[in-house]
């Protein structure tokens, strides 16, 4: 079975960090570009970043650039997202999501409809 698990959520400070991490299985991770997306309350999912099948290429959502670094272990069929700099605006569910194509394949990663295989999420939450 494909499983991406997602993890490394928590609480956000600002100005603080977190890492993320997708555990990938059931599928041949070295062919799969893996996409990051996150979902807050009331507002529609939004693709944050992606990198390559090979990690040679990474892409990045404008508001998280300079911020967010995704990279890949090939050997550990894991990805990562090293989220700096946080703000109240980074909070919600996180999702990984693999894709057999390239993320800037037609209209790019960012609508998600390129997906192949969809994890759970990791929640990412705001102090109140």
């Known amino acids: 079975d494909v499983q991406l698990q997602a993890s490394g959520g928590g609480l956000v400070q600002a100005g603080g960090s977190l890492r993320l991490s997708c555990a990938a299985s059931?599928?041949?991770?070295?062919?799969?570009?893996i996409a990051w997306f996150r979902q807050a309350p009331g507002k529609e999912r939004e693709g944050v970043s992606c990198i390559s099948a090979t990690g040679g290429s990474q892409y990045y959502t404008r508001s998280v650039k300079g911020r967010f670094t995704i990279s890949r272990d090939n050997a550990k069929n894991t990805v990562n997202l090293q989220m700096n700099n946080l703000t109240p605006e980074d909070a919600a569910v996180y999702y990984c999501a693999a894709t057999g194509r390239p993320c800037d394949y037609g209209s790019g990663y960012e609508r998600g409809d390129v997906m192949d295989y969809w994890g759970r999420g990791t929640q990412v939450t705001s102090p109140a």
């Open positions: 059931g599928f041949t991770f070295l062919d799969y570009a």
